[in-house]
């Protein structure tokens, strides 16, 4: 059981969560670094699920766009059925480098709701696995409008953590920890560790994550690990330069303890 940074090595079956900021426009370059420690962890025979956003980013520049189009959710849409194909060609590129294949899974929020849906997901992600091919999740965004969204990709992540039985939840942003104020402002103290249970009301949440591109902050990552530590999954949230520390379990980011299941 993982229960501490000193155990992340020992993990059998990790869910990693990156956010569209961290993988678009000028963090493109990241993306290789996050394949490079999923591969990693894949050839220490670790099962890893990603789950990723950054559809809708990587279509923007083709729709013309620098930001997500506000209240326009069919414009969105079609950025997205756009962008999804061109991530996962990145990815599959970059995962060429290993001879690790990709699988595209996409799915709504009433997928996971019912039962005879969230089955076949996770049966079909636990085959995926079994045959070492790499799931890669992100909403189903032309099918998923406002009220059925799953409100961003973190709680998705958690879910999916849920749905898989994970040792460990890795919540990647652009900011390399939780703070007890946004950092930057004075008094702002990195937060190393934080108890299950643990009160979360006093932290003064910024936002984390570029404006624009993604709908995540630190407020839907909190929610995230919440969920994840209450299903028994500990989760790890610092900034996708530190995916590799992070799975080395060096001491990174934030670490959110988890209940015992
Ligand atoms: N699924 C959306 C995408 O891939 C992003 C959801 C989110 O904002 O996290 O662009």
């Not at 643990?198 to 690990?225: F, N, Q, R, Y």
């Not at 969920?227 to 379990?249: K, R």
Request: avoid cysteine.
């Amino acid at each position: 059981m993982v229960e501490k940074r000193s155990d992340v090595t020992a993990a059998m079956r990790i869910v990693v969560k990156v956010g569209s900021s961290s993988i678009s426009g000028d963090n493109v370059h990241q993306l290789a670094t996050i394949v490079d420690a999923l591969a990693g962890a894949h050839a220490r025979k670790v099962d890893v699920v990603l789950v990723s956003s950054g559809a809708i980013a990587t279509a923007l520049p083709h729709f013309g766009l620098s930001a997500r189009p506000a209240n326009d959710l069919v414009t969105e849409q079609a950025a997205a059925a756009v962008g999804q194909t061109m991530l996962m060609v990145r990815y599959q590129d970059s995962l060429n480098r290993f001879g690790i294949v990709a699988a595209q899974v996409l799915l709504t929020s009433g997928d996971l709701e019912s039962d005879a849906t969230r089955e076949n997901a996770k049966a079909a992600i636990e085959k995926l696995l079994e045959l070492r091919f790499l799931p890669i999740v992100n909403e189903n965004d032309t099918v998923a409008t406002h009220e059925i969204r799953f409100g961003d990709n973190d709680r998705l992540a958690a879910l999916v953590a849920e749905l898989v039985g994970a040792d460990l939840l890795v919540l990647l942003s652009d900011v390399d920890a939780l703070y007890s104020h946004p950092p930057g402002e004075p008094g702002a103290e990195m937060i190393e560790f934080v108890t299950f249970g643990d009160d979360l009301s006093g932290i003064e949440i910024g936002s984390i994550g570029s404006a624009g591109v993604g709908t995540g902050g630190a407020e839907t990552k909190i929610a995230a690990a919440l969920h994840a530590t209450h299903a028994g999954v500990p989760v790890i949230l610092t900034s996708a330069a530190n995916i590799g520390p992070a799975l080395s379990g060096d001491s990174v980011g934030t670490w959110f303890e988890a209940s015992s299941r």
